[in-house]
């Protein structure tokens, strides 16, 4: 027995001394391994790589929030039903009623529903003017606010761009919430912003993320919406990954101060919903269209009368004229438009355009967003590479049209010679249309030299329909801005007295 607890705690007296020797010699073993491993590390280029005992900078959106939420609208818009499809509707047959079709009831089926579509605004004046996108509103028969506090109010249109997709509303009252409005040119790559809207018809949603990108074109299709032409556009977009959906569109994109630094556009999507990319444009650009379609009713477009090319692009269209330049950035000068601004300032072809206003340009959508700053009449600065040499020249920019006047929208009563007045209900439904016009007052002029009467309707000018005097102007001014050797009116007019469709074509370079 007494051997027995000898052998126990002779062999409980080995384990503890084994324990003690295998403890202090990992410690001994640990702490030279991380000598080694530190001291390896921090030769030469190399350091390690770890958590800091600094905590990271805590951003604090609430404020940028707070100031944001209340100037962000809830935009609804509304198209109204065929009428000529509730016409057709109320003429079935006796037979029909009582018997059906497949045995379906005619009486029993949803009459057609007004197309509504929803997304953001943002109040910009104490006094209710907001600001949104083009293609919330296009061809909408009504447009209704609601703001943060949950009241409505009915929209005017004062005036849209389809080249920018800005548009300007106005509702009547005072005091509104409005969001200050910041330095688009000053946001850096990485800084923090925050996008406010209503996406997916949730009302007062705030996401954060940072500028992706500046300056980022050739973002969305081309091409404009069934029955509308296509139009040229201005894309030097701010790219982030802001959660921006489908209701975003409109709404705020605003700096961690809450200063509104653009109007969220687009996202990047083959769902139709957020993965990753959204648009916004640059609060630049925003403020001179807004001022234009308040003051002008249209947006002013200043021109250099160049065409252009890019350097990557130059490079593998024409790399002889490429292997010349002394410069890797810019834009290159392909050809200069006879009596434009850059002839007449003395710019010449296979000059590269490095700057506007000391402002660097390196692509197309940089180019743009600068000139998109100024009206027709101002007068620039532009920097360019000739060779082995550095130019500026003051380039005073002109319109469209080849001048330096400021573009006013002219009423249809002053260009074509007659009044237009909308359509009623009941006589869209007499006649089985859902869109035109009614030409009244004629005056001696293009319509009437034409054959057209008082009476008569436009149904389409140059393959857009047309339900308002509004659209055939901007028709009609879209027209007078192209080549004079393409400006021609093409009508399909509708003569009420015998239902007849008739086409007709109006020169109007006179």
Wanted: cysteine-free.
């Amino acid at each position: 027995m007494k051997t027995t607890w000898k052998l126990f705690f002779g062999f409980i007296l080995v384990s503890l001394l084994s324990a003690f020797v295998a403890i202090g010699a990992y410690s001994q073993l640990n702490k030279n391994t991380q000598t080694s491993v530190t001291g390896l590390f921090n030769q030469g280029n190399f350091r390690t790589v770890g958590f800091s005992n600094v905590a990271a900078e805590n951003t604090d959106f609430t404020k940028a929030a707070e100031q944001s939420v209340n100037a962000v609208v809830h935009i609804k818009s509304v198209i109204n039903p065929n009428p000529a499809t509730l016409r057709q509707r109320e003429e079935i047959d006796i037979f029909e009623y009582f018997f059906g079709r497949g045995g379906i009831n005619p009486y029993q089926q949803r009459p057609p529903q007004p197309r509504v579509g929803f997304g953001s605004g943002v109040i910009i004046s104490t006094d209710g003017y907001i600001v949104t996108n083009n293609h919330l509103i296009a061809g909408v028969d009504e447009i209704e606010v609601t703001t943060n506090n949950d009241k409505t109010y009915k929209a005017q249109l004062i005036g849209r761009d389809e080249t920018t997709d800005i548009a300007l509303l106005k509702i009547d009252g005072k005091d509104f919430s409005v969001i200050p409005f910041g330095d688009s040119d000053a946001l850096k790559v990485g800084e923090w912003v925050l996008a406010v809207g209503n996406p997916f018809n949730l009302t007062s949603t705030v996401t954060a993320g940072i500028v992706s990108a500046k300056a980022r074109g050739n973002i969305l299709p081309r091409g404009g919406r069934q029955g509308q032409q296509d139009v040229p556009r201005i894309e030097s977009y701010i790219q982030t990954d802001a959660a921006v959906n489908p209701g975003n569109s409109g709404g705020a994109l605003v700096n961690t101060h809450g200063e509104l630094v653009g109007i969220n556009t687009a996202i990047y999507s083959e769902t139709g919903n957020f993965i990753g990319y959204s648009f916004a444009v640059p609060i630049s650009i925003v403020k001179k269209v807004i001022t234009d379609l308040k003051q002008y009713g249209i947006a002013q477009r200043a021109l250099l009368g160049v065409k252009i090319s890019e350097l990557p692009t130059l490079k593998k269209e024409d790399p002889d004229a490429y292997n010349k330049l002394k410069v890797t950035e810019g834009i290159y000068v392909g050809e200069v438009i006879e009596n434009g601004a850059a002839e007449k300032a003395g710019i010449e072809v296979g000059d590269v355009i490095t700057a506007i206003n000391d402002s660097k340009v390196k692509n197309f959508a940089e180019l743009q967003g600068q000139l998109s700053r100024y009206r027709p009449g101002d007068k620039v600065n532009v920097q360019v590479q000739r060779g082995s040499s550095k130019k500026t020249f003051t380039v005073e920019l002109k319109n469209d049209q080849g001048t330096t006047e400021a573009t006013k929208v002219l009423p249809p009563k002053d260009i074509l010679g007659a009044s237009f007045k909308e359509l009623s209900r009941e006589t869209k439904m007499q006649l089985g249309i859902d869109y035109g016009v009614e030409v009244t007052d004629l005056l001696n002029g293009k319509l009437k030299a034409a054959g057209i009467k008082n009476g008569f309707i436009i149904l389409t000018a140059n393959d857009t329909r047309i339900s308002s005097s509004n659209d055939l102007t901007r028709v009609v001014q879209a027209i007078l801005k192209q080549d004079p050797d393409n400006r021609g009116l093409f009508l399909r007019v509708l003569n009420p007295n015998f239902k007849k469709v008739e086409y007709i074509a109006i020169d109007l370079n006179d």
